[in-house]
């Protein structure tokens, strides 16, 4: 059973950034690739990046590329989500979860965390 705690939300500004941190525990944290994920109020939980075992391979979702940057530090069994020139739209609550699969399902996730809250301001 993998346990997962997100940190670093928090209320910003439009075009500032923020620095995501997910701390894996209870587990064997190379053997999950790992994926940041959000949801907004009223609307579906959507698919933000995505990282393998390794690190070596990312994947982000169309509207997240060249603003968003995902990472892991698999010493410290950490994965970061880096995100720039924040927009109004970003305003969600984002988790982070592991799984066994490549994909950018939240359904094929095995693990959550319990979310943490990011609201952008105009």
């Known amino acids: 059973q993998v346990q997962l705690v997100e940190s670093g939300g928090g209320l910003v500004q439009a075009g500032d950034s923020l620095r995501l941190s997910c701390a894996a525990s209870?587990?064997?944290?190379?053997?999950?690739?790992m994926g940041w994920f959000r949801q907004a109020p009223g609307k579906e939980r959507e698919f933000v990046a995505a990282?393998?075992?390794?690190?070596?391979?990312?994947n982000y979702a169309d509207s997240m590329k060249g603003r968003f940057a995902i990472s892991r530090d698999n010493a410290k069994n950490t994965v970061y989500l880096q995100m720039n020139s924040l927009k109004p739209e970003d305003t969600a609550v984002y988790y982070c979860?592991?799984?066994?699969?490549?994909?950018?399902?939240?359904?094929?996730?095995?693990?959550w965390g319990q979310g943490t809250q990011v609201t952008v301001s105009s």
């Open positions: 209870g587990g064997t944290f190379t053997n999950y690739h």
């Open positions: 979860a592991a799984g066994n699969l490549w994909t950018m399902s939240p359904h094929l996730y095995m693990y």
């Open positions: 990282i393998t075992v390794s690190g070596g391979t990312s």
